[in-house]
């Protein structure tokens, strides 16, 4: 299985960045890495995804390194809405699934 | 609201009971993907459909499992003679060109009694 790896859990204080990180070195180099966030009792929210290069959106920045191997999301200036799970996945190679971990439990503080 | 809708929202059954929960994809979207969550972890993979064809099924989907997607538009995923240990979220996300990222429903929360 494809599979990527994430801290368990980070803190970021209200209105600053949170960056959080991801490891995919499994990854095709074709194939896009996708992030999302969860907050309790509702399905994943999709933030941002991206293949070579860095992409911004209305919700965040997603940093990818040249190797491919890894990447950073960044929320510019996190608010309390930002506290949720984060995942970083990827999409098994020969497969049509997507592969999730156990995500980065982000805690913004006041 | 034009995103994914999963009917019901929550559902208590009693052990051995059938269920089965529905799925209203984006309008368009030919691919459609079930998987169930358990507390703590992340979602698992269920199955896969590209409009109305199963195109790939988890070893995690036991013969109590069934998913079916009639022409290619709602799916329903059923599940025979449940046990405490289906006690789980069951998400379901759908998708368009590969590639595009998956939009998922706020899922079916099943409590087996």
């Known amino acids: 299985d494809a599979k990527t790896t994430q801290p368990t859990s980070m803190d970021c204080a209200e209105g600053r960045a949170a960056n959080l990180p991801c490891n995919h070195s499994t990854i095709s180099g074709n194939e896009y890495v996708y992030w999302y966030r969860q907050i309790h009792s509702q399905g994943p929210q999709y933030i941002i995804h991206g293949l070579k290069n860095n992409e911004t959106n209305e919700m965040a920045s997603l940093i990818i390194t040249e190797d491919r191997k890894s990447s950073t999301l960044i929320l510019p200036h996190a608010t309390l809405r930002d506290t949720a799970v984060y995942y970083c996945i990827a999409p098994d190679s020969g497969t049509y699934k997507y592969i999730f971990g156990t995500g980065t439990r982000l805690k913004v503080l006041a | 609201d034009t995103g994914v809708s999963q009917n019901p929202r929550h559902k208590i059954t009693k052990r051995g009971q059938n269920v089965t929960f529905r799925c209203d994809p984006i309008?368009?979207?030919?691919?459609l993907y079930w998987y169930r969550q358990t507390l703590g972890q992340g979602p698992e993979f269920l199955t896969y459909?590209?409009?109305?064809?199963?195109?790939?099924k988890s070893r995690l989907l036991s013969d109590r499992f069934s998913a079916e997607r009639p022409k290619g538009s709602f799916s329903t995923l059923e599940i025979q003679r449940t046990e405490q240990g289906d006690s789980a979220m069951y998400l379901c996300?759908?998708?368009?060109?590969?590639?595009?990222?998956?939009?998922f429903g706020n899922g079916t929360r099943l409590t087996v009694t």
């Open positions: 459909f590209q409009n109305e064809a199963q195109l790939e």
């Open positions: 996300a759908s998708s368009s060109p590969y590639d595009s990222p998956l939009h």
């Open positions: 309008s368009e979207h030919n691919r």
